[in-house]
């Protein structure tokens, strides 16, 4: 079995999504640098200037003629020579890009990047550029980036250089920066400047930098501070220091925002997989061990939708949300029909019955589907981050899933504190025999609650799918947990269930960094089973001597 | 004494009385026929019959604190399993230098985790007497813990079960860890020898087979003891109204707590004598899906009758082994319609049905 | 105060005191104070939700009261002890809703119940004494169940279990015995002995005995506290109970 709080496969995820974005923005800056040129016909422009580039001469003739050209390709070129890699093949005079293999070349076209095949290495000539010509390139390359029509991509390119800025660069931005238009852009491109005069600036320039950075918490501003904290002058070693400090301070303080979020988005998860259960065990006295099963099915209908429908997986999740609460619901009234109602009074009989059930359950989506996990995809719109600082930015998902529990738990409440079905519901769940002489019809209120229960585990593990694996085994995980939170929270309690599920959550994401997951995760276990000898009633206990009994 | 402890239990007369002729008759099948002959016993069912007799003595262990006490363990699997690691620690022991790496302080898994020296809690597992009173201290410590914060603030009913389900889970996941020195997800295995016998011999296992039906006798008795002793009467008394046991005098938690421990400790007795028999012990003994099949063999078989607890523990996993062989995939339908229908049709078990029978003759 | 002080004197088994407990603000005792003598039979009355049965758990220690002093034979403070250890010092408990141990025999029921040795390993060790069997005999034979004793308790009849309850109370010998309710669900014959038997009781016994039939209460003559609101409302003979307008209006709503 699985730990159930699962996140490191989803951390892992994120991580990879990362890493991809780094390696996108690299070629944003890359290939959009040309992007305002349209004609694709300008590529042809670079095997013209072959002469010119192999002569020592007239290079730098060439460099400005394609600087000045309309090419979408010439931020690549200008990088390939940059880098060393753009030749000219002998034969025909024809411009290429290299990789070195073993004892020779592979070369691509330069205007088109066709494959052209493996050469010696006397066959090709490299385009040589002296460091003259290297400062002029790297400021041509910083202007193109900069010069992109989207904001957003000037922005992109300003970040992208602030690790690796030079002189050439930094007076581009600096350049640029008084005529940029974007505010976010033009505080991006100051800090930039900031950052070049931190490491290259004089005394004056250092301290005004140090003190106009103020508390910026990106790495770049940390990491140059630190260099001078050991100054040998001691007034930007404090100042420097100083700064340092409070950076610190202020990233210690998003780290444990970040905690707080990351553990508000796992309570969430908690929570919405416990309020089902809130809702059978609290409020119908019976233990549904099936309910993990519940979250389950909701997850594979979310896959099965997605199966068949491949094109329509922006809009799965909201099909699939009613979808799965209506089979939960349906399986859910089934299970009460066939099992549960038969076994009123005796709840420990129900616990294994239902957990018999949720063996059925199991080794059903072993046999029908697949005894492995399904992909589940996730639709664009809940990928990516929102940055709010460069020390702090949020999963799309994770903020989407904790409001969604906020809002599935609202939905609940109005069900049954503001509808006839929620009258009957309390009133059968408090006086069974009371509620029947008044008309409510016990048995059929009873398998919709129990089918409420199920169903709101359903659209649960809709909002699972998007987070962990889906699999026959994932609900195992979820009905230890769940119970907890709602003995955590005080049996009968949907507030203190939600409270319980949120709090735990965050608990245990303070504790995975200091003692890891499995072991926060048994220690969360273990103040559980502690506080509940202590505190029998959980939480928000109903008191009052009914309770008693 | 066998004779007032049995007064009474017709059930438990005839399985004590098949149990005891199956200790003798069914090694000496096994020693003293050919194998061709039509009675001979083979090793390999020898083996698999002294395994399922461990099981039988655990579902009595359950059997005791549900069917008697009404506490729906869900967490047995942990006693068994503590018992079982004990064992198998003395026996990782016996292993000496014949391990893969050889070497003669440490265990093979430790060598391979890079462990300078073995750790405290190790140390004395070289000796048998040392690991028989682990067998027992260990899983009866843990039910004491377990018991005394869990009675004490009289937590019950369905709040017990699962949080002794939760006490099973967490075991697992720390025994999972190889930092917790109990050989991590492989556990404990490639045993050699028990007190110095090589621990595969036809000899060991009848052995081993003789002291797991002893066990299972034994373990009848002293749980017969109890159930029919005033204590016992005390004990079912809580069950079924545990207010009204509290305002008659009773201090209903050290019952509690004395039968707890006491079942505890045969389960961990009953994991110690599968260990040797099936040659391995690792964390999935924890897995809560092991422990809640315990108690469906004391719901099958029948609940407060022990022997109906035997009888449900043989019936079912011999009915596991059979389907596994030969309907694998239908195993998992068969033991969850078991859970349905025996909860639903057959709420006394077996036993059940056979006590009806002689009642209505 | 001169009143309280010769109410509590040695003879006062019973001793209660500016008891109050409240359930979420909802004071279900509310400063009650009760004394009941040694030997005495006293009836509790009182409409529903006037702290009858929380009276009870606070003597046995189920419900552990706010504030007040109860104490036990003059000296003894049951606010300190927990329900077996009250139970041991001789405060014996039927309940409301008769709770008979329904899976053991009649026997059995009394077996548990008997006075003697509580704790778990003499009573794995040891069987009931001679003393203890005659006991049992002898209230079985009271409580007319003497020909029942190998019946497990949940075949009996609704009265049968009643008075198995009340038997079970005598076996355990207790100083003071707490009646919650004894005859609900009983015939009108079942009713007089059990009345009879309540009489019969009081002075080697100390019987309290809370009850809604009041023709029962009647039949039992004797001194009557009438709850109300947690409080003691009035306290006399039946007949000054009936002519009191302060009852009245509480249970007529005049």
Request: with cysteine.
């Given at each position: 079995?699985?730990?159930?709080?699962?996140?490191?496969?989803?951390?892992?995820?994120?991580?990879?999504?990362?890493?991809?974005?780094?390696?996108?923005?690299?070629?944003?800056?890359?290939?959009?640098?040309?992007?305002?040129?349209?004609?694709?016909?300008?590529?042809?422009?670079?095997?013209?200037?072959?002469?010119?580039?192999?002569?020592?001469?007239?290079?730098?003739?060439?460099?400005?003629?394609?600087?000045?050209?309309?090419?979408?390709?010439?931020?690549?070129?200008?990088?390939?020579?940059?880098?060393?890699?753009?030749?000219?093949?002998?034969?025909?005079?024809?411009?290429?890009?290299?990789?070195?293999?073993?004892?020779?070349?592979?070369?691509?076209?330069?205007?088109?990047?066709?494959?052209?095949?493996?050469?010696?290495?006397?066959?090709?000539?490299?385009?040589?550029?002296?460091?003259?010509?290297?400062?002029?390139?790297?400021?041509?390359?910083?202007?193109?980036?900069?010069?992109?029509?989207?904001?957003?991509?000037?922005?992109?390119?300003?970040?992208?250089?602030?690790?690796?800025?030079?002189?050439?660069?930094?007076?581009?931005?600096?350049?640029?920066?008084?005529?940029?238009?974007?505010?976010?852009?033009?505080?991006?491109?100051?800090?930039?400047?900031?950052?070049?005069?931190?490491?290259?600036?004089?005394?004056?320039?250092?301290?005004?930098?140090?003190?106009?950075?103020?508390?910026?918490?990106?790495?770049?501003?940390?990491?140059?501070?630190?260099?001078?904290?050991?100054?040998?002058?001691?007034?930007?070693?404090?100042?420097?220091?100083?700064?340092?400090?409070?950076?610190?301070?202020?990233?210690?303080?998003?780290?444990?925002?970040?905690?707080?979020?990351?553990?508000?988005?796992?309570?969430?998860?908690?929570?919405?997989?416990?309020?089902?259960?809130?809702?059978?065990?609290?409020?119908?006295?019976?233990?549904?061990?099936?309910?993990?099963?519940?979250?389950?099915?909701?997850?594979?209908?979310?896959?099965?939708?997605?199966?068949?429908?491949?094109?329509?997986?922006?809009?799965?999740?909201?099909?699939?949300?009613?979808?799965?609460?209506?089979?939960?619901?349906?399986?859910?009234?089934?299970?009460?029909?066939?099992?549960?109602?038969?076994?009123?009074?005796?709840?420990?009989?129900?616990?294994?019955?239902?957990?018999?059930?949720?063996?059925?359950?199991?080794?059903?989506?072993?046999?029908?589907?697949?005894?492995?996990?399904?992909?589940?995809?996730?639709?664009?719109?809940?990928?990516?981050?929102?940055?709010?600082?460069?020390?702090?930015?949020?999963?799309?998902?994770?903020?989407?899933?904790?409001?969604?529990?906020?809002?599935?738990?609202?939905?609940?409440?109005?069900?049954?504190?503001?509808?006839?079905?929620?009258?009957?519901?309390?009133?059968?769940?408090?006086?069974?025999?009371?509620?029947?002489?008044?008309?409510?019809?016990?048995?059929?209120?009873?398998?919709?609650?129990?089918?409420?229960?199920?169903?709101?585990?359903?659209?649960?593990?809709?909002?699972?799918?998007?987070?962990?694996?889906?699999?026959?085994?994932?609900?195992?995980?979820?009905?230890?947990?769940?119970?907890?939170?709602?003995?955590?929270?005080?049996?009968?309690?949907?507030?203190?269930?939600?409270?319980?599920?949120?709090?735990?959550?965050?608990?245990?994401?303070?504790?995975?960094?200091?003692?890891?997951?499995?072991?926060?995760?048994?220690?969360?276990?273990?103040?559980?089973?502690?506080?509940?000898?202590?505190?029998?009633?959980?939480?928000?206990?109903?008191?009052?001597?009914?309770?008693?009994? | 004494?066998?004779?007032?402890?049995?007064?009474?239990?017709?059930?438990?007369?005839?399985?004590?009385?098949?149990?005891?002729?199956?200790?003798?008759?069914?090694?000496?099948?096994?020693?003293?026929?050919?194998?061709?002959?039509?009675?001979?016993?083979?090793?390999?069912?020898?083996?698999?019959?002294?395994?399922?007799?461990?099981?039988?003595?655990?579902?009595?262990?359950?059997?005791?604190?549900?069917?008697?006490?009404?506490?729906?363990?869900l967490g047995h699997g942990a006693f068994f399993g503590l018992g079982g690691y004990a064992m198998g620690m003395y026996l990782m022991r016996q292993i000496g230098d014949r391990g893969v790496y050889g070497n003669p302080e440490l265990p093979d898994f430790m060598v391979f985790l890079n462990w300078e020296s073995l750790?405290?809690?190790?140390?004395?597992?070289?000796?048998?007497?040392?690991?028989?009173?682990?067998?027992?201290?260990?899983?009866?410590?843990?039910?004491?813990?377990?018991?005394?914060?869990?009675?004490?603030?009289?937590?019950?009913?369905?709040?017990?079960?699962?949080?002794?389900?939760?006490?099973?889970?967490?075991?697992?996941?720390?025994?999972?860890?190889?930092?917790?020195?109990?050989?991590?997800?492989?556990?404990?295995?490639?045993?050699?020898?028990?007190?110095?016998?090589?621990?595969?011999?036809?000899?060991?296992?009848?052995?081993?087979?003789?002291?797991?039906?002893?066990?299972?006798?034994?373990?009848?008795?002293?749980?017969?003891?109890?159930?029919?002793?005033?204590?016992?009467?005390?004990?079912?008394?809580?069950?079924?109204?545990?207010?009204?046991?509290?305002?008659?005098?009773?201090?209903?938690?050290?019952?509690?707590?004395?039968?707890?421990?006491?079942?505890?400790?045969?389960?961990?007795?009953?994991?110690?004598?599968?260990?040797?028999?099936?040659?391995?012990?690792?964390?999935?003994?924890?897995?809560?899906?092991?422990?809640?099949?315990?108690?469906?063999?004391?719901?099958?078989?029948?609940?407060?009758?022990?022997?109906?607890?035997?009888?449900?523990?043989?019936?079912?996993?011999?009915?596991?082994?059979?389907?596994?062989?030969?309907?694998?995939?239908?195993?998992?339908?068969?033991?969850?319609?078991?859970?349905?229908?025996?909860?639903?049709?057959?709420?006394?078990?077996?036993?059940?049905?056979?006590?009806?029978?002689?009642?209505?003759? | 105060?001169?009143?309280?002080?010769?109410?509590?004197?040695?003879?006062?088994?019973?001793?209660?005191?500016?008891?109050?407990?409240?359930?979420?603000?909802?004071?279900?005792?509310?400063?009650?104070?009760?004394?009941?003598?040694?030997?005495?039979?006293?009836?509790?009355?009182?409409?529903?939700?006037?702290?009858?049965?929380?009276?009870?758990?606070?003597?046995?220690?189920?419900?552990?009261?706010?504030?007040?002093?109860?104490?036990?034979?003059?000296?003894?403070?049951?606010?300190?002890?927990?329900?077996?250890?009250?139970?041991?010092?001789?405060?014996?408990?039927?309940?409301?809703?008769?709770?008979?141990?329904?899976?053991?025999?009649?026997?059995?029921?009394?077996?548990?119940?008997?006075?003697?040795?509580?704790?778990?390993?003499?009573?794995?060790?040891?069987?009931?004494?001679?003393?203890?069997?005659?006991?049992?005999?002898?209230?079985?034979?009271?409580?007319?169940?003497?020909?029942?004793?190998?019946?497990?308790?949940?075949?009996?009849?609704?009265?049968?279990?009643?008075?198995?309850?009340?038997?079970?109370?005598?076996?355990?010998?207790?100083?003071?015995?707490?009646?919650?309710?004894?005859?609900?669900?009983?015939?009108?014959?079942?009713?007089?002995?059990?009345?009879?038997?309540?009489?019969?009781?009081?002075?080697?016994?100390?019987?309290?005995?809370?009850?809604?039939?009041?023709?029962?209460?009647?039949?039992?003559?004797?001194?009557?506290?009438?709850?109300?609101?947690?409080?003691?409302?009035?306290?006399?003979?039946?007949?000054?109970?009936?002519?009191?307008?302060?009852?009245?209006?509480?249970?007529?709503?005049?």
């Amino acid at each position: 079995m699985r730990p159930p709080f699962r996140v490191n496969p989803h951390t892992k995820n994120q991580l990879h999504r990362m890493r991809l974005f780094t390696a996108w923005l690299c070629c944003a800056v890359l290939l959009f640098a040309g992007r305002f040129a349209i004609g694709s016909e300008q590529n042809d422009l670079i095997d013209s200037l072959a002469e010119e580039l192999r002569d020592r001469k007239t290079v730098a003739q060439a460099i400005d003629t394609i600087v000045s050209s309309s090419s979408e390709k010439k931020g690549e070129w200008l990088e390939f020579i940059l880098e060393g890699k753009l030749y000219v093949r002998k034969s025909d005079n024809k411009v290429v890009s290299v990789v070195k293999s073993d004892g020779g070349f592979t070369l691509s076209a330069a205007s088109n990047d066709e494959a052209l095949g493996e050469a010696g290495k006397r066959d090709v000539s490299k385009i040589k550029i002296n460091n003259k010509l290297r400062a002029k390139l790297r400021a041509a390359l910083a202007q193109l980036a900069l010069s992109n029509p989207d904001p957003e991509k000037r922005l992109e390119a300003v970040e992208q250089m602030l690790s690796k800025l030079d002189d050439d660069k930094a007076e581009a931005i600096s350049k640029l920066s008084a005529t940029e238009s974007d505010p976010d852009v033009k505080e991006m491109m100051v800090l930039a400047g900031s950052v070049h005069a931190l490491e290259n600036g004089s005394k004056e320039e250092q301290l005004s930098a140090i003190a106009s950075l103020g508390v910026n918490t990106r790495s770049i501003v940390s990491q140059r501070l630190q260099v001078l904290s050991e100054s040998e002058d001691a007034d930007i070693a404090a100042a420097a220091a100083e700064s340092l400090e409070k950076i610190q301070k202020r990233i210690s303080i998003f780290e444990k925002v970040e905690t707080v979020l990351f553990g508000l988005s796992l309570g969430s998860v908690l929570a919405m997989a416990a309020i089902g259960l809130a809702i059978t065990f609290g409020v119908m006295g019976v233990i549904n061990m099936a309910h993990g099963e519940m979250i389950m099915l909701g997850a594979y209908c979310t896959w099965f939708l997605q199966y068949m429908i491949p094109g329509f997986i922006e809009y799965s999740l909201i099909v699939a949300i009613p979808l799965a609460f209506t089979v939960t619901f349906l399986v859910g009234m089934v299970i009460e029909f066939l099992v549960i109602r038969h076994l009123y009074g005796r709840p420990l009989e129900t616990l294994l019955a239902t957990f018999g059930i949720s063996l059925l359950l199991q080794q059903s989506v072993r046999t029908l589907v697949s005894p492995q996990n399904v992909p589940v995809s996730n639709p664009s719109w809940l990928t990516g981050q929102i940055h709010i600082d460069p020390a702090l930015s949020i999963a799309v998902n994770r903020l989407v899933i904790f409001f969604f529990c906020i809002a599935v738990f609202m939905v609940l409440m109005w069900l049954l504190r503001r509808t006839f079905f929620g009258l009957k519901v309390r009133a059968v769940s408090q006086n069974r025999q009371m509620a029947r002489a008044m008309g409510a019809q016990s048995s059929r209120i009873d398998a919709m609650t129990f089918g409420l229960g199920a169903g709101i585990a359903g659209v649960a593990g809709v909002a699972l799918s998007q987070l962990t694996n889906v699999g026959p085994n994932m609900g195992q995980a979820y009905i230890v947990d769940s119970f907890m939170v709602v003995v955590f929270g005080g049996v009968g309690n949907l507030w203190g269930t939600l409270l319980a599920g949120l709090s735990l959550g965050v608990a245990n994401k303070f504790l995975e960094p200091w003692v890891g997951a499995v072991v926060a995760k048994i220690l969360v276990l273990v103040f559980i089973i502690l506080f509940i000898q202590r505190y029998p009633r959980g939480l928000f206990p109903q008191r009052g001597r009914a309770a008693g009994n | 004494m066998m004779g007032t402890l049995l007064r009474g239990d017709r059930g438990g007369q005839v399985l004590l009385t098949v149990l005891a002729i199956c200790a003798v008759v069914m090694p000496m099948c096994n020693l003293m026929l050919p194998v061709e002959h039509p009675w001979h016993v083979s090793t390999y069912q020898l083996n698999l019959f002294g395994k399922y007799l461990c099981y039988a003595l655990l579902a009595m262990s359950v059997d005791l604190v549900w069917g008697y006490m009404g506490f729906l363990s869900l967490g047995h699997g942990a006693f068994f399993g503590l018992g079982g690691y004990a064992m198998g620690m003395y026996l990782m022991r016996q292993i000496g230098d014949r391990g893969v790496y050889g070497n003669p302080e440490l265990p093979d898994f430790m060598v391979f985790l890079n462990w300078e020296s073995l750790p405290w809690y190790w140390w004395g597992f070289d000796f048998f007497p040392v690991a028989l009173i682990a067998v027992f201290l260990v899983p009866g410590l843990l039910a004491f813990i377990f018991g005394w914060l869990a009675f004490r603030s009289r937590v019950n009913g369905v709040y017990l079960s699962i949080i002794s389900q939760a006490m099973t889970y967490a075991l697992m996941l720390a025994f999972f860890r190889n930092e917790f020195g109990f050989g991590g997800n492989n556990g404990l295995t490639d045993f050699k020898d028990i007190l110095g016998f090589p621990i595969s011999a036809q000899g060991t296992r009848v052995a081993l087979f003789v002291a797991s039906a002893v066990a299972v006798i034994a373990g009848y008795l002293l749980c017969r003891s109890i159930v029919q002793s005033r204590a016992g009467r005390v004990v079912v008394a809580i069950r079924d109204a545990e207010d009204r046991a509290r305002f008659l005098g009773y201090r209903v938690e050290s019952y509690q707590l004395l039968v707890l421990v006491i079942s505890a400790m045969l389960a961990g007795l009953a994991g110690a004598l599968y260990v040797p028999q099936v040659g391995i012990i690792n964390p999935g003994e924890f897995s809560p899906l092991n422990s809640i099949e315990i108690v469906i063999w004391v719901a099958i078989g029948g609940r407060a009758t022990l022997y109906g607890a035997v009888l449900g523990a043989l019936l079912v996993s011999f009915s596991k082994s059979w389907f596994t062989a030969v309907l694998p995939d239908y195993w998992i339908f068969a033991l969850g319609a078991l859970f349905v229908l025996s909860t639903l049709l057959l709420p006394a078990g077996v036993a059940g049905i056979t006590r009806r029978r002689v009642t209505s003759t | 105060m001169n009143a309280l002080t010769a109410k509590s004197d040695a003879s006062t088994l019973l001793y209660m005191e500016d008891v109050t407990v409240s359930f979420d603000g909802f004071k279900a005792i509310n400063q009650l104070n009760l004394y009941i003598e040694e030997g005495e039979l006293r009836c509790i009355i009182g409409p529903n939700g006037a702290g009858k049965s929380t009276m009870m758990d606070i003597v046995t220690g189920k419900t552990r009261p706010d504030k007040g002093v109860v104490t036990f034979g003059g000296d003894i403070d049951l606010l300190a002890l927990d329900e077996p250890e009250i139970a041991t010092i001789g405060i014996g408990r039927k309940f409301q809703k008769p709770t008979v141990f329904e899976a053991l025999t009649v026997f059995e029921n009394l077996e548990v119940a008997v006075e003697g040795e509580r704790s778990p390993g003499f009573n794995w060790r040891y069987g009931l004494s001679n003393l203890q069997k005659e006991r049992i005999a002898d209230v079985a034979e009271i409580i007319g169940l003497s020909d029942q004793l190998g019946a497990p308790a949940q075949i009996l009849s609704h009265g049968q279990k009643q008075w198995l309850e009340i038997g079970m109370l005598l076996v355990q010998k207790p100083r003071l015995l707490l009646v919650d309710e004894p005859v609900a669900g009983m015939t009108h014959q079942e009713m007089d002995r059990t009345g009879e038997l309540l009489v019969s009781l009081a002075g080697s016994h100390t019987v309290v005995v809370v009850e809604h039939d009041m023709d029962f209460v009647r039949s039992l003559d004797s001194r009557v506290t009438v709850l109300h609101q947690g409080s003691v409302l009035a306290e006399g003979s039946m007949t000054d109970i009936q002519a009191n307008t302060e009852v009245k209006r509480v249970y007529l709503g005049e």
